[in-house]
């Protein structure tokens, strides 16, 4: 096991040597290991023990830091100051106008303090070894209780082969002529809050991306990605306050406000503000929709973008908060670029 990490190091140095700018997330890829395994093979990283819950709970005493939660094809960057994490269970939640996050504690399995030159992070990994959420400090975080905080929780066995196990993320949908497809429709027009979906998915055995075409008729409306890129261009343009969610099985984080600097590089789609830059691929984009979800206080419009396997790659909604109506601002939006193109 010794030689195996010895010998990946070794071709993880090489790669760089030979490709400086390459993100860690594709050297794994190119080198058929994990990422968390790429991470462990680097002496100046810690590992952490497995209290990722309690590790959570203390995040505010850093002060102002940068969270990033990502998937294959989406990124979200987002600064502030974490309140105390709270959990039910293993679900967890951390909710605040800067950082908002929902947390699945079953999928984090592996924990590092990291040191690249003079940027320190603390990063969460899978069981197979896929990040679920990372935490950069910035010029004005607290660097003594970031140290306290990985004198704390460093694990005692440093140099342990991590335990990767692969998991199995194909979505398998059951045969729409299997499902109620009438009780699930019922289900969805029954709904008193946006949080009820995924309920409905469940209980009728329906996959995300299959509820789009099975949706009642005008509760999903299939759009395009210049549609969507044309109205995140007016979001811009007219200030508006939205919200962006992009997770992974570990990890949803949540960006509520404006998405002002949009910026193309290459086949990325950019918001690049200072507080909150997102990147989403564009090329893998397959399909885009508009999702309409019956509430308490009316209909809740999102736009889903899913990707070719059927993954959901990220959402948007108007800003909104519970007990309030949707605001009409979004509803014209969205109505202007994605129902009438």
Not at 238 to 264: S, Y
Request: proline fraction near 3%.
């Amino acid at each position: 096991m010794e030689n195996t990490a010895i010998a990946l190091k070794d071709r993880f140095i090489a790669l760089k040597a030979e490709k400086p700018k390459i993100r860690i997330r594709e050297a794994a890829k190119q080198l058929g290991a994990s990422e968390a395994e790429l991470v462990a093979t680097n002496e100046n990283n810690i590992a952490l023990k497995s209290e990722f819950e309690n590790i959570l709970k203390e995040i505010q005493t850093l002060g102002y830091v940068m969270a990033l939660t990502r998937n294959d094809y989406a990124v979200h960057e987002r600064k502030g100051i974490y309140t105390k994490a709270g959990f039910n269970g293993h679900v967890g939640l951390v909710a605040n106008p800067d950082i908002d996050l929902r947390l699945f504690m079953n999928a984090w399995h592996f924990g590092f303090a990291v040191s690249e030159g003079e940027r320190q992070s603390l990063q969460f990994f899978d069981q197979d070894g896929e990040a679920v959420h990372k935490i950069y400090l910035t010029e004005f975080s607290d660097k003594d209780a970031y140290q306290s905080l990985v004198n704390k929780y460093r694990s005692d066995r440093q140099r342990d082969p991590l335990q990767i196990k692969p998991l199995d993320r194909s979505i398998v949908e059951k045969p729409d002529d299997s499902i109620d497809v009438a009780g699930f429709q019922d289900a969805w027009r029954n709904m008193k809050d946006t949080h009820e979906f995924f309920a409905v998915l469940n209980k009728f055995g329906v996959k995300r991306n299959q509820s789009m075409r099975l949706a009642p008729e005008g509760y999903a409306i299939e759009s395009s990605w210049g549609s969507l890129r044309k109205l995140l261009e007016a979001v811009s343009e007219r200030d508006l306050e939205i919200m962006v969610f992009i997770g992974n099985r570990g990890c949803i984080q949540i960006h509520t406000g404006k998405a002002k600097r949009l910026v193309q590089t290459g086949p990325w789609f950019n918001v690049l503000d200072p507080e909150f830059d997102m990147h989403l691929r564009e090329d893998i984009i397959d399909n885009v929709w508009v999702v309409k979800k019956p509430t308490k206080e009316g209909i809740v419009t999102s736009i889903e973008v899913f990707d070719a396997k059927g993954e959901l790659v990220v959402q948007f909604f108007g800003k909104r908060k519970p007990g309030v109506p949707e605001r009409e601002d979004w509803r014209q939006v969205v109505q202007d670029f994605m129902l009438n193109d």
